[in-house]
């Protein structure tokens, strides 16, 4: 027993080793050329559905050793707990209420939306394009519809995907609600090109995951950035035939162990050609789970409630950064997608745009010095409401009734407070317990809203036919 006591320090003082040895030559590649940047945004995963963030029956082998090799964020928020919010926010650094991609009415584009992602919005995307590098995006975009606010038209030299949710679908609602009245079909598109509609969604996975390794390939010798919007595990919930009813969690588990499966055939092809310490995978999701699909809409894990919800299993998402020297950790200070614009900015040493605020704050101190975020507070919105606010590791609900989407929750005496640190699941109000702490984190929240230029909603504009 004390020799294998002995051998296992040994061996972890070789792991440390070995990991600093690949931080540092992560770094030295950082230097003598660009990195590579790949997004791997999934729609609708919950906190509680990977390996790594403690599911029992979901198999992720690939995304919990990226979490090994990497950092695993547990306390990784979205500015939305829904899609279009919440993927302008990743792609700018702003807060929705900032660009006017937010609604109060209609909580997210559809295909008769007049309006969609701001020709006035800077996107990374074109940050890095400007600066050399080649960039794409595949799969779901979810930013508007129309020629001028399509992929193409917001930095991205490559989309191939679709515009919208994979239920946003004459076919699908047909399955999914017997009382449907919805008229369109879902598009897919190469460049600006719609090449085919209603495409067979168990194929979807794979068909996304063979473009972005062809694009991997082809841009080995160049920078790129590449944006893989996965559509799953969104409902309607599809698997291929190599995946379908082999999880123990169901079609769900289905759909998330075929992510899985991607992710491996994404690193496969990075080492393949030579790239795995000159690329930063950075794996997040746009909200949290769709719990009023049952077993079917996946699991908040130890969070309380899910997507459309302001409690934190709608804002607070599972993130896993990897490569590129990235210090290997369990990282639970402040994060966001917010964080992603500046981050990559930093890193590829491209100053930010200083005609408007961003709201992210960079993440490299953390990546590569293992050091604590500087991210103090979060705001929690819909629509162009303040719902809560986090400072540290307190957070204060300010308006209640808002629960997972599509459900209200009975009106609560407010405001709430909870210790998210200690009490990630919100079980516990403390409000009555720290009236001072109460008082202080109501003029705060007052003090940012008041700090803020609020536009008018893009998303409650009259609907068009197109």
Not at 122 to 131: A, F, G, K, P, W
Not at 179 to 205: C, R, S
Not at 415 to 422: I, K, M, S, T, W
Request: aromatic residues 12%; charged residues 20%.
């Amino acid at each position: 027993m004390l020799t294998f006591v002995s051998n296992f320090g040994t061996m972890n003082r070789n792991l440390i080793t070995i990991g600093c040895l690949a931080a540092t030559l992560g770094l030295q590649a950082q230097t003598q050329r660009p990195t590579n940047f790949i997004i791997i945004n999934c729609d609708d995963l919950g906190y509680g559905d990977l390996g790594a963030f403690g599911h029992p029956t979901i198999h992720t082998p690939h995304l919990d050793r990226m979490a090994f090799e990497g950092q695993r964020w547990t306390s990784f928020y979205v500015t939305s707990s829904v899609s279009s919010p919440s993927r302008a926010s990743l792609l700018t650094g702003r807060l929705p209420v900032r660009s006017g991609m937010y609604g109060n009415e209609r909580l997210v584009l559809f295909p008769d939306s007049p309006q969609g992602l701001p020709q006035s919005e800077i996107t990374i995307v074109t940050l890095l394009r400007d600066n050399g590098y080649t960039t794409a995006c595949v799969g779901k975009w979810h930013l508007g519809h129309l020629p001028e606010s399509m992929p193409l038209q917001h930095g991205f030299d490559y989309f191939y995907g679709i515009p919208f949710s994979n239920d946003m679908s004459k076919r699908e609602q047909r399955l999914l609600f017997s009382n449907y009245d919805y008229e369109f079909e879902l598009p897919f598109h190469n460049q600006n090109e719609t090449i085919e509609f209603e495409p067979d969604q168990t194929q979807l996975t794979k068909r996304l995951t063979e473009y972005s390794i062809s694009f991997i390939e082809k841009n080995r010798d160049n920078p790129f950035f590449l944006y893989l919007a996965h559509p799953m595990p969104h409902i309607p919930l599809y698997a291929s035939e190599d995946f379908f009813g082999k999880s123990k969690r169901g079609l769900y588990g289905d759909a998330v162990e075929e992510l899985d499966w991607s992710i491996g055939q994404i690193m496969n092809a990075l080492r393949e050609n030579g790239i795995e310490n000159n690329t930063i995978i950075i794996f997040t999701s746009d909200n949290g789970a769709w719990l009023n699909f049952g077993l079917d809409g996946g699991t908040s894990g130890l969070l309380k409630d899910g997507k459309g919800s302001t409690y934190e299993g709608g804002f607070r998402v599972p993130t896993i950064i990897w490569g590129g020297g990235v210090v290997p950790a369990t990282v639970s200070s402040m994060g966001s997608t917010l964080d992603i614009f500046p981050t990559l900015s930093e890193i590829a040493k491209i100053e930010l745009p200083q005609d408007r605020a961003i709201d992210g704050i960079s993440l490299t101190n953390v990546l590569f010095q293992n050091e604590e975020s500087l991210r103090e507070y979060f705001p929690f919105f819909i629509g162009s409401k303040l719902y809560a606010f986090r400072r540290n590791n307190y957070k204060i609900h300010l308006l209640s009734g808002a629960s997972s989407y599509g459900i209200r929750v009975p009106e609560t005496s407010l405001p709430l407070l909870y210790d998210v640190e200690q009490d990630p699941s919100e079980r516990f109000d403390i409000s009555t317990q720290r009236p001072e702490l109460v008082e202080e984190l109501m003029r705060e929240a007052e003090k940012f809203l008041l700090g803020l230029e609020i536009k008018e909603s893009l998303f409650d504009l009259p609907a068009v036919r197109n």
